[in-house]
Nanobody
Framework: QVQLVESGGGLVQAGGSLRLSCAAS????????MGWFRQAPGKEREFVAA????????YYADSVKGRFTVSRDNAKNTVYLQMNSLKPEDTAVYYC?????????????????WGQGTQVTVSS
């Protein structure tokens, strides 16, 4: 069992930056693929980024590529999402998730544990 708690959300102007954190408790955090997803009002949840258990492999949605960076610190049981050049369309609740599957994990259905989410609002 893994518990995930996101933090770092807030209100920022377009062009600004935020760093989200996701602290994990439970066993074997370093063996999980970690992902970030987001859900805007009235829209379906969408994949944002994922990072392999080692941190060596990352994958991004096209909409955030070049602006967002996912990283992890297994010693601190924490995964991060650095978000730069934010746009109003990035406004959403952001969730981190943990998957026992190896490799690139994009589908939300392949994630086993989810955090409660943190709100990110980007004003124009």
């Amino acid at each position: 069992q893994v518990q995930l708690v996101e933090s770092g959300g807030g209100l920022v102007q377009a062009g600004g930056s935020l760093r989200l954190s996701c602290a994990a408790s439970g066993r074997a955090f370093s063996t999980y693929t970690m992902g970030w997803f987001r859900q805007a009002p009235g829209k379906e949840r969408e994949f944002v980024a994922a990072i392999s258990w080692s941190g060596l492999n990352t994958y991004y949605a096209d909409s955030v590529k070049g602006r967002f960076t996912v990283s992890r610190d297994n010693a601190k049981n924490t995964v991060y999402l650095q978000m730069n050049s934010l746009k109003p369309e990035d406004t959403a609740v952001y969730y981190c998730a943990a998957s026992r599957r190896l490799g690139v994990v994009v589908a939300g259905a392949e994630y086993d544990y989810w955090g409660q989410g943190t709100q990110v609002t980007v004003s124009s």
